[in-house]
């Protein structure tokens, strides 16, 4: 009778919501699934450039880089898949705390990084000149300076002159290579109706005086024109901050909830 009495009053007072439990099962799922996936990609990088000699042109080799965030991901989707599955009230507070603890990290991060944009500046532009010495070194390096400066319409961190930085592109009068004084030929001004481009649009370039310049390449340095980008673009750039933030917010969010929920349910069969 007192075991009916219990059930009774178990399933009079079930506090925990269905749809928030899902809901936080499978959002936590896809992310998941995602996590898996970049950690592939990591390791497939890690592998293919395992003896690439453009890793010291990186504080930190990019292949490590998606492994350690797949792996981080998927601890705390984990956690948050099994939790809100399985009522689990440690694994929800471990996947609340851990998604806290990201989002107050990428918080900080972007908080210093406007308040000391002069060393973020500078920090970027060691990068980039590390960038350009190994352009010719990998392939992959290549194609996403390349893609930047098309897409920019710009020419090196402050102007098309550091491309000097490189060996093959240095104005030294002992560099023995063909494109000596020259710039690549993403730095060069899109032609209208081309349909063969000319990679040797840049040859030479780093010799002309500056009206000859402008006629050829784009002479502004991509650290004026990201600024310029960010500037003309803030709805874009402010929509995908909130894009990245939501997610985290609305994860904190549900589990706080349902952790709630669950033990208001302990306490009421109890």
């Given at each position: 009778m007192d075991r009916k009495h219990n059930l009774d009053r178990a399933e009079t007072f079930t506090f925990v919501n269905p749809c928030i439990r899902y809901f936080l099962f499978?959002?936590?799922?896809?992310?998941?699934?995602?996590?898996?996936?970049?950690?592939?990609?990591?390791?497939?990088?890690?592998?293919?450039k395992a003896t690439d000699t453009v890793q010291e042109a990186?504080?930190?080799?990019?292949?490590?880089?998606?492994?350690?965030?797949?792996?981080?991901?998927?601890?705390?989707?984990?956690?948050?898949?099994?939790?809100?599955?399985?009522?689990?009230?440690?694994?929800?507070?471990?996947?609340?705390?851990?998604?806290?603890?990201?989002?107050?990290?990428?918080?900080?991060?972007?908080?210093?990084?406007f308040f000391y944009s002069e060393q973020t500046h500078d920090n970027l532009g060691r990068f980039v000149k590390k960038g350009i010495?190994?352009?010719?070194?990998?392939?992959?390096?290549?194609?996403?300076?390349?893609?930047?400066?098309?897409?920019?319409?710009?020419?090196?961190?402050?102007?098309?002159?550091?491309?000097?930085?490189?060996?093959?592109?240095?104005?030294?009068e002992n560099n023995p290579s063909t494109e000596r004084c020259a710039v690549p030929f993403s730095c060069c001004a899109?032609?209208?109706?081309?349909?063969?481009?000319?990679?040797?649009?840049?040859?030479?370039?780093?010799?002309?005086?500056?009206?000859?310049?402008?006629?050829?390449?784009?002479?502004?340095?991509?650290?004026?024109?990201?600024?310029s980008w960010i500037e003309s673009h803030l709805l874009l750039v402010g929509a995908l901050a909130l894009g990245l933030a939501l997610p985290q917010i609305a994860g904190i969010v549900l589990s706080q909830i349902l952790i709630s929920q669950i033990r208001e349910e302990i306490t009421s069969v109890s």
């Open positions: 499978f959002f936590s799922f896809l992310f998941w699934v995602f996590s898996l996936l970049i950690v592939a990609i990591g390791v497939y990088a890690k592998v293919q990186f504080l930190i080799e990019p292949s490590a880089i998606l492994i350690l965030v797949g792996v981080v991901m998927f601890f705390i989707t984990f956690c948050g898949c099994i939790g809100a599955l399985r009522e689990n009230i440690d694994l929800l507070k471990t996947f609340s705390f851990s998604l806290t603890l990201v989002f107050l990290t990428q918080l900080l991060i972007a908080i210093l990084a010495k190994h352009y010719k070194d990998d392939l992959d390096l290549q194609n996403m300076m390349d893609s930047i400066q098309k897409e920019l319409q710009c020419c090196g961190w402050n102007n098309y002159t550091d491309w000097s930085w490189n060996m093959y592109f240095n104005c030294t899109s032609v209208p109706k081309e349909t063969v481009v000319n990679t040797l649009c840049g040859a030479g370039v780093q010799n002309l005086d500056h009206l000859e310049v402008d006629k050829s390449i784009y002479p502004v340095g991509c650290a004026d024109r990201a600024v």
